[in-house]
Each structure stands twice: as structure tokens, then as C-alpha cells.
């Protein structure tokens, strides 16, 4: 197993993804091999300023850095030499089996899309949220995002993707899947809801409960939850500054330390043929150390196939 980690990606990048690095290396009990891709003198430097094992590291060097402001799409095509664009290029041929990154999130999503390619049969790649519930397990909240506007197949797609990676991933048995609406009800919402809620209720490949409301997105009534990204961005945004508004006031709480995003690394992108992790900009060494478990477990689990053969089937 080989796990490609974009060094230069990220607000604290290298110093951050380096901590991560020995906070990984230190607590994994295997053989893994880990391709660090960024400038290579100054990983190299931080290296051995933080004393970490190079027995399973490889470093490879990458002249280029694409900027959080910068448009992906000519970012990738112009910054050919750039520690994104080197990742993608390992990951499609084969060199590493996983690529993570806390840097810009649409050359993320474009490499993705464009190198890797979605998984025959899915229409839309997504990503998604962790929601901590009051329970103290993790729901799955998606899109996130990425999609503003879907179709009602999208969503029908999303709930495949969330639900393969809530069991194998999260380890949820026979995950709850929920529609975000505005009412239990069958026939309640939006067109977009109303159209979804039958393909939902019809797919034998997910365990459908029906419709959820905004006050069940914190309990345990779905592991599930799908909506298209406009509505998932304002969740996760909303989430993100009750985190905010608690470490502020100086609240200790362990439902709501559980909101730090560091706790969980990055999200995957769900729907490509294989595995990306995106991680947050802000991200520090917890959150780097915490991607590379995620995507450890998404190539011992096999995920990518298992998503495969639900497509095709």
C-alpha cells in the first residue's frame, strides 16, 4: 500500500502535513509506504527537524504549487510541475493507490474528475460531511457542496455511495438513509424532494427511513443524510460555527468537542474509480495524520470496488 500526500497543500503546509506524517508513522502497526510529494528540500529539512523514520517514506520533488485562489482548471493545465498535479499523475498510473490533499479543493476536484474519472455508472462524484450526533456516532451528510443543483438521480446515487461508505468505512451496519426535507411526510418539499423520495423509497440497495428534518440531523434517525450541496453547505457551515461559537465561550462539552473537523482529517470524494481525500485548508497535524488513516481503510476495505460492482449491478 502506497499513500500519496500533497505536502504544499494547506494554510501550515509542510510543517503541518510533516507533524502528521510522524504522528501517522508512529501510531500505524503496518508496513505502509507513504509518497510525499512537495518541495524536497524543505520536507526534507522538516524531516529531520522532527525526527521522523524515512524507512517506508519516498519523496518526490514538485517545483509548483497551486494557490487557494487560483482557478483549478488552469491552475492544473498550466502548473503541470506542481505538487497536485504530480499526485493525480501517480495516482492514475498506478504509482500510489491513494492521493490526499488540504489544498485548493477545485484543482482537487477537477484532478479527480478529469485523471481519475467517475466509476461507470455514476453521474455525479460528491463529498460529504461527518455530522456528530448526540448518540456519539457519526452521520454522513451529502453533498457537501460540490453540487449545488442536482437531479433526483443524483441524490439516488449520493445515497448508494454514503451508504457503502457509512457500512465499510464508518462501520455502520446496514446504514439509515434519510431525504432532508421540510417534513416527514411523504410528498412533502421541493420539486427536487418530491421527485427523489420515490426513487429513495424504491432502491434495494439502501435501507430508506424517509424523509428527516433539519432537528434530526444532530440524532440518530439516519446515517445517512442526502440533499443536494446547496443545502448540505449551509448544514456543514452552520455546524462549523457552533464549533466556532462554543470554543469562544469557553464551553467544555464532549458532544461538541466532537464538531472539531480535525478529529475526522478529510473527506473522500465518493463516486471516482480511486481513492481522494480532501482535507480542510486550515488543516494541522491531527487532521493529517487522521486522512491517511481514512484512506488506509478505504484501500484495505477495498471500497473503490465495492462501489464498482453496486454500479454495475
Given at each position: ?17 510533516v ?7 508512529a501510531a ?78 477545485g ?136 464549533y ?27 463516486g ?42
Open positions: 500500500m502506497n499513500i500519496g500526500l500533497d505536502m504544499m497543500g494547506g494554510d501550515f503546509a509542510p510543517l503541518e502535513a507533524k502528521g506524517v510522524k504522528d501517522f508513522v500505524s502497526q503496518k508496513d505502509i509506504a507513504l509518497t510525499l510529494i512537495g518541495d524536497k528540500e524543505q520536507v526534507k529539512l522538516l524531516l529531520d527537524e522532527h525526527t521522523v523514520p524515512k524507512n517506508n517514506l519516498h519523496l518526490v520533488h514538485a517545483e509548483q504549487m497551486i494557490e487557494m485562489h487560483e482557478h483549478p482548471t488552469k491552475a492544473l493545465k498550466e502548473k503541470q510541475r506542481s505538487s497536485i498535479a504530480i499526485g493525480f499523475h501517480l495516482l492514475a498510473t498506478g504509482k500510489i493507490d491513494a492521493f490526499i490533499s488540504a489544498g485548493n479543493t484543482a482537487m476536484m477537477v484532478g479527480a474528475l478529469f485523471s481519475i474519472k467517475a466509476i461507470e455508472g455514476v453521474s455525479r462524484p460528491t463529498i460529504g460531511a461527518y455530522i456528530p450526533r448526540e448518540n456519539g456516532s457519526l452521520g454522513l451528510l451529502l453533498d457537501a457542496g460540490i453540487n449545488a443543483d442536482c437531479k433526483p438521480e443524483n441524490l439516488n446515487q449520493f445515497a448508494i455511495l454514503g451508504s457503502l461508505f457509512a457500512e465499510h468505512i464508518l462501520g455502520v451496519d446496514n446504514p439509515k438513509v434519510g431525504l432532508v426535507n421540510i417534513g416527514e411526510e411523504e410528498g412533502k418539499g421541493n420539486i427536487l424532494a418530491q421527485a427523489t423520495y420515490p426513487l429513495l423509497k424504491e432502491n434495494k440497495l439502501i435501507n430508506f427511513v424517509g424523509n428527516i428534518e433539519g432537528r434530526d440531523i444532530l440524532m440518530d434517525k439516519s446515517d445517512v443524510m442526502v440533499c443536494e450541496g446547496f443545502t448540505g453547505n449551509v448544514v456543514l457551515k452552520m455546524a462549523e460555527s457552533v466556532d461559537i462554543v470554543q469562544r465561550r469557553g464551553i467544555k462539552d464532549e458532544h461538541f468537542d466532537r464538531f472539531d473537523f480535525e478529529k475526522y482529517g478529510g473527506v473522500p470524494v465518493l471516482v474509480a480511486k481513492p481522494v481525500i480532501i482535507g480542510h485548508g486550515i488543516s494541522h497535524g491531527t487532521a493529517f495524520k487522521n486522512m491517511i488513516a481514512i484512506a488506509q481503510r478505504m484501500i484495505e476495505k477495498d471500497l473503490m470496488k465495492k462501489m464498482q460492482a453496486a454500479f454495475t449491478s
